[in-house]
């Protein structure tokens, strides 16, 4: 794959894009890329590769696909992005290849193939949820395995995609265990899974034995458990809610205590919906918490954490006032430690606070106003 830059990344856990858990399939992935860069396969008029990775929802398949896209292309945007439930619906079958000419939106092309076409077949095509698709999304994919490259119906064009990455990802055998199952039988389980049939109402079995046979990678992705759903939280709250704190109320919440994490992560725990509530519980017990605060702390200098009341409700913790020290036994390390990492992420977080303040006002680093000097007080 000459034509593709070198990233220099030797794991897609080495991007930027965050992953939680998930060692055994991120390591089945790294595999993958490593084989098909070996240019050992012979594969000549094939994808580049190809891969189904299976698991529940908000398991990190989608995020993957990113980092894929990332190690592989440099850049993690580079996705052709198709969900098979766009097939449900009139005329849905033509969604991801283009409707023949004559019918109603063939001057646009298919929604797939024209993206792959707008980025030069140097991309990750990612068809999600792809046992919802029709019979005719299936075989386009199967002539894309097959043969190397995807037709716009609409235009009668053959689009290349020798150079693409192919990744799908299913939902089916959810909930299963298939830690122990060999490559073999997994394949021969997806082939002989059905699923509701959308518009017959039976049941159907979307995955035929040959298109199975044909994907280079069939991949399972475990359901996530408290140490990761709890990494997640922590991730999403340090990157994004505690920066939209720090810009719209000039206050460094710096972070969750061992206990108000352990709370939240709970709450997502509870719910059927997985990872993907994550950010919802966050708006409920962060967001709503800090909106509907009684007296939000005055000394803006300071640096807070959130921490869980008595009554299990989250409040302000001021480590300048009540010390570092219950942070310290919370954590179970030295209070010099707490110390340090405290200081850290007080430091990021200011700065992170001051780059979204800058973006906002349109302020380069030379220049700056009273509104960004107002909240640079919070980086001392």
């Known amino acids: 794959m000459e034509t593709q830059p070198e990233t220099g990344m030797m794991s897609i856990a080495q991007t930027s894009v965050p992953l939680f858990g998930q060692k ?48 592989v292309f440099g850049d993690r945007s580079r996705i ?18 283009g409707p023949p000419r004559g019918y109603l939106g063939s001057d646009k092309g ?37 043969e190397g490259y995807m037709e716009d119906a609409s235009f009668g064009e053959r689009i290349d995609v020798s150079e693409s990455i192919i990744v799908m990802t299913s939902n089916i055998l959810a909930g299963e265990d298939l830690s122990d199952l060999e490559d073999e039988d997994l394949r021969e389980r997806i082939a002989l899974s059905r699923v509701p049939n959308h518009k017959t109402g039976g049941e159907a079995s979307p995955f035929r034995m040959e298109f199975v046979g044909r994907i280079q990678e069939v991949i399972h992705f475990d359901a996530l458990d408290d140490v990761d759903i709890a ?31 352990g709370f939240l992560t709970n709450k997502v725990g509870q719910t059927k919906f997985g990872v993907r509530y994550v950010d919802t519980i966050i708006n409920k017990y962060i967001v709503d918490g800090i909106i509907d605060y009684e007296e ?28 570092y020290d219950k942070l310290a036994k919370l954590r179970d390390e030295p209070e010099s430690e707490t110390i340090r990492k405290m200081k850290e992420l007080h430091i990021s977080l200011a700065k992170k606070a001051i780059k979204e303040l800058r973006k906002e006002y349109g302020i380069d680093q030379k220049n700056t106003n009273q509104k960004v000097l107002n909240h640079k007080m919070i980086v001392n």
């Not at 390591?27 to 190809?50: C, E, M, T, W, Y």
């Open 24 to 71: 055994i399939a991120i390591q089945k992935i790294d595999k993958a890329i490593k084989r098909a860069r070996s240019g050992l396969l012979g594969k000549r008029n094939k994808p580049f590769a190809s891969m189904l990775l299976l698991g529940p929802s908000g398991v990190g398949k989608t995020e993957s696909a990113k980092a894929i896209a990332e190690m």
């Open 231 to 261: 990494g997640i939280i922590a991730h999403k709250y340090r990157n994004d809610t505690a920066v939209k704190i720090a810009v719209q109320y000039n206050l460094l919440i710096v972070d969750l205590s061992p206990i108000a994490l």
């Open 296 to 323: 939000l702390p005055t000394e803006k200098s300071h640096t807070y954490i959130w921490d869980l009341s008595e009554d299990q409700k989250l409040i302000l913790l001021d480590l300048n006032t009540d010390g």
């Open 110 to 146: 298919g929604l797939l193939t024209q993206q792959v076409k707008a980025l030069e077949g140097q991309c990750v095509i990612l068809v999600d949820e792809i046992e919802k698709g029709t019979q005719e999304l299936f075989d386009g994919l199967m002539t894309a395995l097959d």
């Open 80 to 97: 052709a992005r198709f969900n098979a439930n766009e097939c449900a619906g009139e005329g849905g079958q033509f969604k991801a290849f």
